[in-house]
């Protein structure tokens, strides 16, 4: 059962590979530090960060839903950043498809998980906390 969103997959899957970018950018040269290090760096922290928000929003499938499709969206953002890492030799062309596998397989669990989604709350209690609240 899923209690909170450290109990999704997904979730520990993107903050793993924002912490691995993290370090890895450590390696960067500083004259990067405030174009590619930082955007790569954020937009891998905003994968896991778009989860946690939909979660919290989770009674209201679509607002829940339209995070999860945020986080996908910084996910393929990622994928470009690696790519520019990789293409100014920053990084290895392992470590870039290791990255790239790795955001692959999170995009496929957010879609899934976007299809599959549905709230817990009866629809009759979400009209009433939307019209209470």
Known sequence: MIKSFKDLEVYNLS????????F??????????????????????????NIVEGWAKRVYENKFKVHLVDALG???????????AKDCGYITIEEFESFS????Q???MF?????NWK???PASNIKHQTSNG
């Open 101 to 104: 596998d790795r955001l692959d």
């Open 15 to 22: 903050y793993k590979v924002a912490m691995d970018i993290f």
């Open 111 to 115: 879609t899934k998980l976007h299809q």
């Open 24 to 49: 890895q950018t450590r390696k960067f040269p500083k004259e990067e530090l405030y174009s590619l290090t930082s955007q790569i760096v954020r937009s891998s922290r905003s994968i896991s960060s």
């Open 119 to 121: 709230s817990n709350l």
């Open 74 to 84: 910084s996910a393929a953002e990622t994928q470009n950043w690696i790519l520019f």
């Open 106 to 108: 999170i995009g496929r």
